[in-house]
């Protein structure tokens, strides 16, 4: 697992490398000293990677509440960079961010202001892809 002081510390090297924190999330640091982290993950058989934010601007305890997010849209079947390229990239950070404010208990009504002309549909898919699933809960 990577620290937030480790994360801070990485020098650069003559190439970029990955830094892996774990469950494919890692920090890609470039030769100017760049430092971006990342989702790699397969989607229908194919490898796939998805931005998820700048450090330091995007700390690591957020890096992680969005990398959650991502395998939740994961665990729905639905792939997280597709869905950012078809939604655009400002409805799917809007998307993101509420869903880490409230941690998976979004509604429809919380999305609608902030996607302007999108579909119906696809507030739908987003606001039901991002909701845990209830089926890992127990019943006592």
Excluded at 27 to 33: F, I, S, W, Y
Excluded at 56 to 78: G, Q, T, W, Y
Excluded at 91 to 119: D, I, P, Q, Y
């Amino acid at each position: 697992m990577l620290t937030e002081s480790r994360a801070g510390s990485i020098k650069p090297r003559r190439i970029a490398r990955k830094v892996f924190d774990g469950a494919g999330l890692y920090l890609l640091v470039t030769p100017k000293g760049g430092r971006c982290w990342r989702y790699a993950y397969r989607f229908a058989g194919k490898q796939k990677t998805l931005s998820l934010g700048i450090y330091p601007d995007v700390a690591l305890d957020l890096a992680r509440s969005r990398h959650e997010f991502a395998r939740n849209l994961l665990a729905k079947s639905i792939d997280p960079a597709g869905l950012k390229a078809a939604l655009g990239k400002r409805v799917f950070l809007t998307t993101m961010r509420e869903w880490e404010k409230t941690k998976g208990r979004m509604s429809a009504v919380s999305l609608c202001g902030h996607e302007g002309n999108r579909t119906r549909l696809s507030r739908r898919v987003v606001c039901d892809a991002a909701s845990p699933s209830d089926s890992g809960s127990s019943a006592h």
